[in-house]
């Protein structure tokens, strides 16, 4: 497969942004390790410059947190303690701690927002600087957040789609292989991982199942946490939910189940804004429409976890084929179409789960295309209210579009890859 791989799509992160939150606590932590095998010992000072849009968006998607936190040595998989307490006891401690070297650093003072400089050449920017006790500068890397985590920067292996234009594979070619070799789109897809990582489709599918846990338990707490998200407003998810229980089986309801899913969306977006570990799909703005449309659909439908990771796997390769058209850099595609991905990407493993063979995969794509294309999204940031609402809308649609899809009397009457070219081209 010329494609990234479908666990590039499927990454740990941590939100608002998985451009600007993900991105800089890789960027933090990539420069810790340049320190560890550098000559500089604590007696220099770490000023930390945010440019471009890290210097325009960074405060409310908690770039300084992150960065900080991965320069303090915090990692996404295995830390005993959320990133906010990281943050605090770093900024309480005045200092990072480095192999039993102790370096001071005050966030308030050591942290620069430099919206006025014009001088860096990738728009998401972070310029770490080293200073003597004299003030005078001693050392300077520079990093930059590429989309979905991804970084650039001294010291980094960067995965071959960011350094050079990967091969634009199109679901047209992809189902003439099929006919042409009388194979399935599940037999494509494990074929192509099981390539890339020299593994067996029993140890592919395991890793699958372990990212489906790890979304289900998002969600799951997500149902279950109440309190405050870190710009003030309430977490709700909770409180609906119960009245959602109590009120089912008293009143009427035109589609319980859309209800539901509305729920679940809120619950992940709530998990998302709240710094809480997530699974991309593709990028932490769109990661809840995915777990909160399967689900629904295994609930419904009693469908076994093998199921769900078959649905898993077609979402997975659509949203290949989107990162593949995106550009390199996840915010100039804008939360309209990061959102749009999610929402594409889930009703296509909506309509793998019920059954939809290739031809219906891609008309289901088509009108999850055509219809996301126009969410009502801002371009550059977006308050909690409408992020959390759209979440919602989008998940309730993703879970519908089969049943239109499998009705309809032809195959697609558009093509899927001008679509996709269209909605997120390079």
Not at 227 to 251: C, M, V, W
Not at 352 to 376: D, H, K, W
Request: aromatic residues 8%; charged residues 20%.
């Amino acid at each position: 497969m010329g494609l990234p791989s479908i666990f590039e799509v499927y990454s740990l992160a941590i939100g608002p942004s998985s451009l600007l939150t993900t991105g800089a606590l890789r960027i933090g932590q990539a420069f810790r390790e340049l320190l560890l095998s550098s000559p500089y010992r604590p007696h220099q000072r770490i000023l930390i410059e945010f440019l471009g849009k890290f210097s325009e968006l960074g405060k409310e998607n908690l770039s300084d947190m992150a960065v900080v936190c991965g320069l303090g040595g915090f990692l996404l998989e295995d830390s005993p303690v959320r990133l906010p307490v990281f943050y605090s006891r770093i900024r309480e401690n005045g200092c990072f701690s480095f192999m039993g070297d102790f370096w001071p650093f005050n966030p308030e003072s050591d942290v620069i927002f430099n919206s006025s400089s014009n001088d860096f050449t990738h728009p998401n920017t972070i310029r770490f600087h080293l200073v003597n006790p004299d003030g005078q500068p001693v050392f300077q890397a520079e990093y930059q957040s590429a989309g979905n985590g991804v970084i650039r920067g001294p010291g980094v292996q960067v995965p071959g789609r960011f350094t050079e234009m990967a091969s634009q594979e199109l679901f047209s070619e992809i189902r003439l292989i099929l006919e042409s070799e009388k194979i399935t789109l599940l037999d494509y897809i494990l074929s192509g991982e099981c390539s890339r990582y020299r593994f067996t489709r029993d140890q592919v599918n395991k890793r699958m199942n372990a990212t489906w846990k790890v979304m289900l338990g998002c969600l799951d707490h997500g149902l279950k946490t109440s309190g405050f998200l870190p710009d003030g407003t309430e977490r709700q998810a909770t409180e609906i939910y119960k009245n959602y229980l109590r009120q089912i089986h008293h009143s009427p309801s035109l589609s319980p189940e859309s209800a539901r899913c509305a729920v679940y969306a809120r619950a992940m977006a709530e998990e998302i804004l709240d710094n809480r570990l997530i699974i991309t799909a593709p990028t932490c703005s769109g990661a809840a429409i995915v777990p909160a449309s399967f689900k629904l659909i295994q609930e419904n439908y009693m469908l076994a976890d093998e199921k769900i990771i078959e649905g898993l796997w077609v979402a997975g390769l659509i949203g290949t084929m989107i990162q593949n058209r995106a550009s390199a850099s996840g915010l100039n595609l804008g939360w309209k179409n990061e959102l749009a991905a999610g929402g594409i990407m889930a009703a296509c493993g909506v309509a793998q789960m019920m059954g939809g063979n290739p031809g219906v995969i891609e008309t289901t794509a088509l009108m999850a295309s055509e219809l996301f294309a126009v969410l009502p999204v801002g371009e550059k940031t977006m308050d909690t209210a409408g992020f959390i609402r759209i979440n919602q809308v989008t998940a309730q649609c993703a879970v519908n579009l089969f049943d239109l899809a499998r009705i309809q009397p032809n195959e697609p009457s558009g093509n899927l890859d001008r679509a996709l070219g269209y909605l997120f081209i390079r």
